[in-house]
């Protein structure tokens, strides 16, 4: 049997200047979760971030989000992990990622960081790879020098369509990869 998660990170960058960027996609996600489930966000300032808790079959789970920006994300993830004793295989980061196109969302199990900036902080604070990933496709701007100023911007109506559903589909399967049934997840998210 897999391991239950038991934190779910939501990568972005705080303050309403980004609420609306693509970078924000992993906001998106943990904030619709909460009001999925009626929880609400507290700041945790010795945690470095915004958590929230709720009981889903029977199982304690918390949601957060950093309080600095996308680079220094692991600095609350590593502070809430040590805090609660999560191991890394407990932990699912949800983040945007531009190698998907707008609409498609993917779970993984460890890996790199793929040039994410956030996933390679998360990495070098947990000193480990092996924690659950929820990719959101945000679309690629077609060249490399671009994509820190595309991530940064606001994602157009009909992008920002496609990427709600994406979401929409994500929670729909939380209940199974939040148990710890990545692979029956896997199997529905990856045949959308």
């Known amino acids: 049997m897999e391991t239950p998660l038991a934190l779910v990170v ?11 960027t693509r970078h924000n996609a992993g906001y998106w996600f943990v ?8 929880a609400n966000f507290k700041a945790q ?6 958590l929230c808790e709720f009981e889903q079959a029977g199982q304690r789970l918390r949601l957060l989000k950093s309080d600095s920006f996308m680079n220094n994300s692991g600095r609350a993830v590593a502070a809430v992990a040590r805090f609660y004793r999560y191991t890394p295989e407990q932990i699912l980061v949800v983040h945007d990622d531009i190698d998907l196109e707008p609409g498609a969302v993917r779970l993984k199990q460890g890996g790199g960081h793929g040039g994410h900036n956030g996933l390679r ?4 604070c947990l000193g480990s790879r092996d924690f659950q990933r929820l990719r959101i ?3 690629h701007p077609g060249h490399r020098d671009e994509v820190v100023s595309y991530v940064l911007r606001s994602t157009p109506a009909d992008e920002q369509t496609l990427i709600d559903e994406a979401l929409t589909d994500a929670l729909s399967c939380a209940p199974r990869f939040l148990a710890g049934e990545s692979a029956a997840a896997m199997n529905i998210l990856h045949s959308r």
Do not use: F, T, W
Request: glycine share 24%; aromatic share 4%.
């Open 31 to 38: 904030d619709a979760l909460a009001h999925q489930e009626g």
């Open 137 to 139: 496709g945000v679309g």
């Open 121 to 124: 902080d998360i990495i070098a």
């Open 10 to 20: 939501g990568l972005g960058n705080p303050g309403s200047r980004y609420s609306k």
């Open 45 to 50: 300032g010795r945690l470095h971030g915004a």
